[in-house]
């Protein structure tokens, strides 16, 4: 494996420089002084921000954008070996490496390496505890999937001493991290394109876990199933969060929410209450997201002030329950969630927010997820009033399995819900600006690019 040298500065080069993760280690680099391009299929806010930075960004990949000088080549997983890019550094004997070794290589220059792994909760999780840290005035280095407001965007180069990282477990990549601190949030069925199954899933999660030394700190889920066959005989020191605080070492008590479903709990720690939390973002999965932030910071030596401070503050990164606007009386809502866990937690909490109807766009997110988990996910999305069912938003797939959201949508129907299959966006427009009325919810859901159909009803 090629390892970059920090103390030296090279030309290096992204293939797929537009994604989350990708754009926020081009722009580390970057700032560390290293020259750096990259290229991209499509133009995008991430894009723009790069070249307002002066870093370059071809749009198409080509096998000329691998210039003479380029010293390294960095690729993601969604690249091809046949990509034109990745061929023509191969041919040139350019140093290669993929986007988690980097990653990887990097977290070895920090004192505490945060890696926030799970099925859910990551980008969230990571955030809150940027927040905890920024408020504590710890001069983080951070990497998140979203953009986050308080850093303005989805990096933040700072000192030497905390670098924050989410910890991605498709294709088994944060096995190439080198973490000291891990938070494992949850273990669930997902990305069954790489994985054989779930018992597959947790075996990569234990080998995660394994990379702790005895110096290192695990805070995990109590309430994973068989969480004792991820933590049995690690050296490190394991501490646990959870619904009971009998089993967990971090739980909450008397947890209420507000009208717009943000809780505020009793923290309880070995069972005894050590005050109020009261958080900036809704739902019950956050505040089980915000006992792993707690347990991290406590560990990092930052104060419980100053971690109450920092969650007050956290009000959402994008993607994850924002508000986009309103239109005709309706308040449109964007999130994320892909996974039926993920949406369930959604709508759960949408339903404690004021609303007449409570409206899903869905757009699932690859065939194989899709197919494998549809019995999910049909149970999930029923958690809404009506939903609207988009096409399968494909990503790196080819549709070998013959699965269609129209298939959601006639499995919804035959459970009792109301559901639609409209595979144009347009055309979804036209229906909701047809059905819906004032005081109703609209919530546009999926990995994909189905926040384009909220942005377009609002203007945006």
């Known amino acids: 494996m090629y390892q970059i040298d920090f103390n030296k500065p090279q030309r290096v080069h992204f293939i797929g420089i537009g994604g989350i993760s990708m754009s926020g280690l081009a722009e580390i680099l970057f700032d560390e002084g290293f020259r750096v391009s990259g290229s991209d299929m499509h133009r995008s806010e991430l894009t723009d921000r790069?070249?307002?930075?002066?870093?370059?960004?071809?749009?198409?990949?080509?096998?000329?954008?691998?210039?003479?000088?380029?010293?390294?080549?960095?690729?993601?997983?969604?690249?091809?070996?046949?990509?034109?890019?990745?061929?023509?550094?191969?041919?040139?004997?350019?140093?290669?490496?993929?986007?988690?070794?980097?990653?990887?290589?990097?977290?070895?220059?920090?004192?505490?390496?945060?890696?926030?792994?799970g099925t859910h909760g990551k980008t969230t999780t990571t955030s809150m505890l940027t927040e905890i840290l920024l408020a504590a005035d710890a001069d983080p280095t951070i990497t998140v999937g979203g953009i986050l407001p308080a850093i303005g965007g989805n990096i933040r180069v700072g000192?030497?001493?905390?670098?924050?990282?989410?910890?991605?477990?498709?294709?088994?990549?944060?096995?190439?991290?080198?973490?000291?601190?891990?938070?494992?949030?949850?273990?669930?069925?997902?990305?069954?394109?790489?994985?054989?199954?779930?018992?597959?899933?947790?075996?990569?999660?234990?080998?995660f876990a394994q990379k702790l030394d005895e110096n290192g700190v695990l805070i995990i889920n109590r309430d994973i199933e068989r969480m004792e066959e991820i933590t049995e005989g690690l050296p490190c020191k394991v501490i646990t969060f959870g619904k009971d605080p009998g089993k967990s070492i971090y739980s909450a008590a008397d947890i209420v929410f507000d009208q717009l479903a943000r809780a505020s709990y009793t923290l309880l720690i070995e069972g005894r209450p050590e005050g109020t939390i009261t958080l900036g973002v809704?739902?019950?999965?956050?505040?089980?997201?915000?006992?792993?932030?707690?347990?991290?910071?406590?560990?990092?030596?930052?104060?419980?002030?100053?971690?109450?401070?920092?969650?007050?503050?956290?009000?959402?990164?994008?993607?994850?329950?924002e508000k986009k606007g309103e239109i005709g009386g309706?308040?449109?809502?964007?999130?994320?969630?892909?996974?039926?866990?993920?949406?369930?937690?959604?709508?759960?909490?949408?339903?404690?927010?004021?609303?007449?109807?409570?409206?899903?766009?869905?757009?699932?997110?690859?065939?194989?997820?899709?197919a494998a988990l549809l019995d999910d996910f049909v149970q999930a999305l029923m958690e809404a009033d009506e939903v609207i069912l988009a096409d399968i938003y494909a990503a790196r797939e080819v549709n070998t399995i013959g699965i269609s959201s129209a298939d959601v949508a006639e499995r919804i129907q035959a459970a009792g819900g109301k559901a639609h299959y409209i595979p144009s966006f347009d055309d979804i427009e036209t229906f909701i600006l047809e059905n819906c009325v004032p005081g109703d919810l609209l919530i546009t859901m999926g990995a994909g690019d189905i926040v384009k159909v909220g942005e377009k009803l609002l203007g945006l």
């Open 50 to 117: 790069l070249e307002a930075k002066g870093i370059h960004v071809d749009y198409g990949q080509r096998a000329e954008n691998i210039r003479d000088d380029i010293e390294v080549v960095v690729y993601t997983a969604a690249v091809h070996p046949d990509n034109p890019e990745f061929q023509a550094a191969k041919a040139k004997g350019i140093p290669m490496m993929p986007r988690a070794d980097l990653l990887g290589e990097m977290m070895r220059n920090y004192k505490h390496a945060v890696n926030i792994s």
């Open 159 to 207: 000192g030497p001493e905390f670098f924050v990282a989410e910890a991605c477990e498709y294709t088994n990549s944060f096995l190439s991290f080198f973490p000291t601190m891990e938070i494992i949030l949850n273990i669930e069925a997902d990305h069954l394109d790489f994985f054989k199954d779930l018992e597959d899933i947790r075996h990569s999660f234990r080998l």
């Open 282 to 321: 809704p739902g019950m999965h956050n505040v089980y997201n915000s006992l792993s932030a707690i347990a991290a910071s406590r560990e990092l030596g930052i104060s419980m002030e100053k971690i109450r401070t920092g969650l007050l503050h956290f009000t959402g990164t994008n993607r994850r329950f």
């Open 330 to 370: 309706v308040t449109v809502i964007d999130d994320y969630a892909h996974h039926p866990q993920e949406i369930r937690a959604t709508l759960t909490t949408a339903k404690n927010y004021p609303h007449k109807k409570l409206w899903c766009v869905f757009q699932p997110h690859t065939y194989t997820r899709t």
